[in-house]
């Protein structure tokens, strides 16, 4: 048999695949996201799915819960199609197709914040109108001179380039409006690329994007660049997920897969075209009308962006390919904009501080401060930038995805129907929850997991260590499948139908992403020969949806005990920055000063984290006179 058949239920989807194909594989190639945290080693248990009818083979058992496979489920990604098959799709097994929360806060104020007289509307890419002499038999110079010529005086730039396709369209545009036409340019690097020549003087729209790759999500900016106004932004699961949760995973199938560099680079360019088709249709703009990109990211989703093997970002010494890539033609890459428009990536600084962070040290103007700011990015790793406008340092740990959902029993992203507060009554053990949008809860976002975190600590349901106190009396507290839990909201009350519980296994992986990232802050800290109380601001962005509280992120030990006053909750930075990169000559400059100018300290090459980080692993941390504000605790 050539091919066999795989039917997925209920989406009634089709996928024709080789006998001895995954069905994680033959979901994805329907068009079925499957959570598949660990990249499909059958380590996470997450992509369960039930086969209904037909011939199945089981590579190998993996890692399914006793209670799963009661209920008939297998491991997608160990579950072999032998002949034709359906299959049906739980809910919970599915990477939610909703929409990604995007910052609530409106998008003229975001401009009004970013665009001022330090960076005017500027925009890199620009269009401008020129009359050509017509030719002569005695002035005969060619018609892309002839364009040159004139696109010299009115631009200022002597390095002019044109693709070969516009060169080819040329001569029919010179001349079917008598010589007048109006060029698009994008301006980098002090060179001048003609992105578009149109016949004639028309007023046109032209539009950018401003796009942040992230390891779980993707959001994307269309921005008039004429009015500097972003008309609409959406956000979306980044389809790499189903290469693994973190950026390791994807580097090692980006790496040592036969196809994997292939799967990881058309997953992200499928997401962000899906991200950009919707924008089009819903503000009714032609692709041919989007004529610059900016990109930000880390430095993995750079590289698999672009299609470069992120394989030596893993290996010691952790080398990028490249910091700096050049700007790309959308045709290259197969970005479904103006085929000519460049793609710029803003710059990296090292392998784990990416153009994601460039762009927030941009946009939080730190680099021009006087007082000294710490900026942190929690999101699969804690990245972090520590100074002032004289010195900047960066670092990353590597927290892992628990504050964006991943490894955690009912963890999810910043989403309708996350909780994202919790509150515990400190006798009763009650518990109030709010969600995302006010809806039935359906998972815990990351700061739902903080606030439980910190709620859990201060009702005394787990100790400092994170070990659950299973003689509290309460039903909430009892033995789950495979460790203690306690419920927060019982099935009644939920989206999924389920007891949404936290786990102590939940806790334990919690423990260590707060730690990592205090670790990292304080290896920064001692680094730079500083104390905490040195750092005159906090910025902290993260996928946190529109609330983080802070005191709750303090008392689990996740950042450094500070007067509330010095922390601000930021958002998605990254984007901001490169929608102000795409719309200001001066700040993609200072974007591109930034990748140069910022030292990386590399965490790993000295003892110092790894101390940090035990240290790190209660609650608050083991030193409780880091911690003065909370007082004494047993
Ligand atoms: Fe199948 Fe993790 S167990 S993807």
């Known amino acids: 048999m050539d091919k066999v058949t795989v039917f997925f239920f209920p989406d009634n989807l089709v996928a024709h695949v080789a006998p001895g194909t995954s069905l994680l594989r033959a979901a994805s190639l329907a068009g079925v996201e499957l959570k598949s945290t660990c990249g499909g080693d059958g380590t996470c248990g997450r992509c369960l799915v039930k086969v209904k009818d037909g011939r199945v083979r089981a590579e190998s058992t993996g890692n399914i819960s006793k209670k799963a496979k009661q209920a008939g489920l297998v491991l997608a990604c160990k579950t072999l199609a032998d002949g034709n098959i359906v299959v049906d799709i739980p809910r919970d097994s599915r990477l939610d197709q909703h929409q990604v929360l995007l910052d609530k806060k409106d998008i003229l104020l975001e ?298 029993t009912f963890g999810m992203r910043a989403m309708q129907g996350a909780i994202e507060r919790v509150v515990i009554d400190r006798s009763s053990y009650d518990v109030t929850v709010s969600t995302v949008g006010g809806l039935k809860a359906v998972g815990i976002c990351g700061s739902g997991l903080i606030d439980c975190l910190a709620q859990f600590r201060e009702a005394g349901i787990i100790d400092r260590a994170g070990k659950m106190q299973t003689d509290i009396a309460t039903p909430r507290m009892r033995q789950g499948d495979d460790s203690w839990e306690f419920v927060l909201v019982f099935s009644e009350a939920t989206e999924c139908g389920k007891d949404i519980v936290v786990t102590e296994n939940d806790v334990k992986n919690l423990l260590r992403a707060k730690g990592a990232v205090y670790a990292g802050i304080r290896s920064m800290l001692k680094a730079v020969q500083l104390g905490e109380e040195s750092i005159d601001k906090v910025l902290i962005a993260g996928g946190f949806g529109n609330y983080l509280n802070i005191r709750d992120a303090i008392i689990i030990g996740l950042l450094p005990d500070l007067p509330a006053e010095k922390y601000t909750f930021i958002g998605n930075s990254s984007v901001k920055g490169a929608r102000l990169a795409l719309l200001s000559q001066e ?48």
């Open 111 to 408: 401009e009004e914040e970013s665009l001022t007289a330090e960076y005017p509307l500027n925009p890199l890419c620009r269009k401008v109108k020129v009359s050509l002499p017509e030719p002569t038999l005695t002035e005969n110079a060619s018609d892309w001179t002839r364009l040159q010529v004139v696109l010299r005086n009115e631009l200022n730039c002597q390095a002019i380039h044109i693709s070969l396709p516009i060169l080819r369209s040329l001569p029919e545009t010179l001349r079917g409006k008598d010589w007048r036409v109006t060029v698009t340019v994008a301006e980098l690097n002090g060179c001048a690329d003609v992105v578009q020549v149109e016949a004639g003087h028309e007023e046109s729209k032209f539009f950018g994007l401003a796009v942040d790759i992230g390891t779980t999500t993707i959001v994307v900016y269309l921005v008039d660049l004429d009015s500097g106004l972003s008309i609409g932004k959406k956000g979306t699961y980044n389809k790499q997920a189903r290469f693994g949760d973190d950026v390791i995973s994807r580097m090692i199938h980006a790496s040592e897969k036969a196809s994997g560099l292939d799967d990881l680079h058309k997953a992200v360019l499928e997401t962000i075209n899906q991200l950009i088709a919707e924008l089009l249709s819903q503000y009714q703009v032609n692709s041919r009308d989007v004529q610059l990109a900016v990109v930000a990211g880390n430095t993995t989703m750079t590289h698999l962006f672009l299609r470069l093997n992120p394989k030596y970002l893993r290996l010691e010494p952790y080398i990028p390919l490249a910091t700096a890539p050049p700007p790309i033609r959308a045709q290259e890459l197969g970005l479904q904009i103006n085929p000519s428009a460049y793609v710029v990536c803003l710059p990296s600084v090292a392998s784990y501080v990416g153009g994601d962070i460039v762009a927030g040290t941009l946009v939080t103007k730190m680099a021009k401060a006087e007082e000294i700011v710490l900026f942190i990015d929690i999101g699969t790793n804690g990245e972090m930038v520590l100074g002032n406008q004289d010195w900047l340092v960066s670092s990353a740990c590597s927290a892992g995805p628990a504050f964006e959902g991943g490894g955690i």
């Open 587 to 634: 700040a993609f400059h200072e974007a591109q000063e930034l990748g140069k100018k910022i030292t990386y300290l590399e965490l790993s090459a000295g003892n110092d984290f790894m101390e940090e980080f035990m240290a790190a692993l209660f609650l608050p941390h083991t030193d409780l006179t880091l911690f003065p504000s909370l007082g004494k605790q047993k």
